[in-house]
């Protein structure tokens, strides 16, 4: 089992970049698929994207595409998030997240098997 621990977040203005960290333990971090989602006050938790084990696949919200990306570095069990032109409409609290298998980038909750607490980012306009 992996533990997760993001990282990043903070008050920004629209416009602005943030960069989003997920630290993992555990000695098969490789061999998950990762995903960042988000929650935003008095809504559903919902996908922002997701990569696979050997980073050569990834997906994205389209609400996000082009301006989010994310990234991983095994050798530093860590996946990213880089966040450019950042909007109001961004505020919320992301979470990264671990699905054990490594079949699909699934864009459901419920198919990750592990969270990490959250970190929140507020694009103030």
């Known amino acids: 089992q992996v533990q997760l621990v993001e990282s990043g977040g903070g008050l920004v203005q629209a416009g602005d970049s943030l960069r989003l960290s997920c630290a993992a333990s555990?000695?098969?971090?490789?061999?998950?698929?990762m995903g960042w989602f988000r929650q935003a006050p008095g809504k559903e938790r919902e996908f922002v994207a997701a990569?696979?084990?050997?980073?050569?696949?990834?997906r994205y919200a389209d609400t996000v595409k082009g301006r989010l990306t994310i990234s991983r570095d095994n050798a530093k069990n860590t996946v990213y998030l880089q966040m450019n032109s950042l909007k109001p409409e961004d505020t919320a609290v992301y979470y990264c997240?671990?699905?054990?298998?490594?079949?699909?980038?699934?864009?459901?909750?419920?198919?990750?098997?592990?969270w990490g607490q959250g970190t929140q980012v507020t694009v103030s306009s």
């Open positions: 990569i696979s084990p050997d980073s050569g696949t990834t």
């Open positions: 555990g000695r098969t971090f490789s061999s998950y698929v």
């Open positions: 997240a671990a699905r054990y298998r490594r079949d699909y980038l699934s864009r459901s909750t419920y198919d990750y098997d592990q």
